[in-house]
């Protein structure tokens, strides 16, 4: 089941679109300087959110691959594991940057609307 404003193959704090998309930010009234930046975060979160995508198939398909060994080497596999939970790490962590990033767009009056709107979760504020 997909949230508001998010579209197939998108996870948490990933948006289909800014400003024209359903859902509150549709109706914050964004100045035209205010939809721009906010679509170059958009554009730098996916670009990076992409790549990371990328490392966590690789982690996993490598994961996998150790699991699939005749002998299972533990220190192998937590490595492998470490590396897969390292990537993840880095994703959640772009995701926060870009919401505060998107967050520091807003005025305080939209972030009131956002909060009412998305229950106060969506970008933390």
């Known amino acids: 089941m997909m949230g508001g404003g998010m579209g197939y193959g998108m996870g948490p704090g990933m948006m289909a679109g800014w400003a024209g998309g359903m859902g509150p930010m549709a109706t914050l009234d964004l100045s035209d300087t205010q939809t721009a930046q906010l ?24 994961l996998g691959d150790l699991f699939d060994a005749e002998n299972r080497d533990p220190a192998a596999i937590g490595k492998a594991y470490g590396k897969l939970a390292d990537v993840q790490r880095q994703a959640l962590e772009a ?20 909060r009412r709107g998305f229950g106060g979760g969506m970008m933390g504020y």
Do not use: P, Y
């Open 95 to 114: 995701r926060i940057e870009a919401g505060n990033k998107a967050a520091a767009v807003l005025t305080k009056e939209q972030k009131a609307q956002m």
């Open 39 to 62: 679509e170059k975060i958009q554009t730098e979160s996916m670009k990076k959110q992409r790549s990371l995508m990328r490392q966590m198939w690789e982690a996993q398909e490598k």
